[in-house]
C-alpha cells in the first residue's frame, strides 16, 4: 500500500515537473518571439524614417527645380526670380500624389504652398505694428503728428476686415454662427498674445507658434472644430485648420486658393465668384501673373470685389508644406515639413517625423 502511495506521489511529481517545463519553455518561446517582432518592427521603422528623409530631400529639389527657373522663358540659368506660382509648377504636381519606391518601402506624400490658407498671423500683426508706431510718435517732434495719426486709422480697418475674414472662414468651413465665429476668433488672438510675450510672467518667451495644434488652448476652441472628424451628433466635420497658416508672407494666392478661402476674401464673393477663378486658373495659359489681371480675365470679379480684396492676394508662394507617409509591411511612419523657398534657395524651417 505504501509503495502504491509512493508511486502516485512520484507521478504527480512527475507531471507537475513536466507541466512547469511547458510553462517556462512556452514562455521563452513567446518572449524570443516578440524580442523578434521587436526588432522586425524596429528594422522597418529605420527604413520607413529613411525612407521619408529622402521624400522629403526629393520633395525639396522639386521646389528648389521650380525657383531655378524663370516664369517665362524657364530658363534654369536665369537670374530672374519666380514671380508667380501655380498648380501647373514641378512642386505642385497638379495636385496629384508624389510616390517613391525605396527596396520594400513605399512613399506617397503632397507638396502644397501655404499661400493658398489664410494668414493666421495677420490677426495680430496690424496691432503690434499700431504699437511701435504709438511709441515712435512719442518720439518725433510735432511736425510729424499728423501723419502718424493718420496710419493707425488705415491700420485698424485692416484688422476689422482680417477680423472679417476669419470670421466668415469658420462659418463657411465650421458651419458656426456669427457670435459663436466672434468668440473663437477672439479667443485665439488672445491666445497668440500671449505666445507673442504680451503677458509678462506667463509666456515670456516671445515666441510664435509652431504648430496649429497650440490653438487647443486658445478659450472656445475644441479639437472636433480645430482638426475635423466627428461632432457629438455624429456628423463629420472639417476642421479649419486645413485652411490656416502661420507659415505665408501675409497674402492669399489666388493661383491655389480653395474655395472656401476665397470665399472668405470679401462679404461680396459669391460661390459663383469663387468657382469662376478656379475655373480659370485650371488653363496653363490663364493662370494669373499678377493680381491686377484677376478682374480682367474673371468677368465675375467686379471693380468693387476687386478693390475689398486686392491687399489680401498674391499670385506668389514661398512657404511650402510637404507630408508623407512610408510603409514597409505593416508598419507605417509619417512626416511633416515646412519649408521656406527664399530667392532661389530653399530651407527648412518644421519637420516632424512621427
Known sequence: MIKKAKKGIALVMVLMLCTILVVVVSEFAYSCKVDAYVAYNQAHDLQNRYALISFLNRAIARIQLDALADNDNQDKNSQKEKTYDTIFDPWALQGQKLEVELGDTTVEGFIIDEERKFPLLKLIEKEKKSENKDNNNQNNNNNNNNDNNKKPNNNNKKKVSYK??????????????????????????????????????KYPTKVAIYSLKELLFAKGIDQTTLLGGEDKKKRKVTGFANYITIWSQGKVNINTASQQVLLSLSDKMTPDIAKAIIAKRKNREDVFKKTAELPQKVSEVTKNVFGEIQDKIGVSSEYFRITATAKTENVTKQLVAVVHRQEKKVYTIYCEIK
Open 164 to 201: 472679417k475674414v476669419f470670421t466668415k472662414l469658420l462659418k463657411v468651413v465650421s458651419k458656426k454662427d456669427g457670435k459663436t465665429a466672434e468668440a473663437m476668433h477672439d479667443g485665439i488672438v488672445a491666445w497668440l498674445k500671449e505666445k507673442k510675450g504680451k503677458m509678462k510672467e
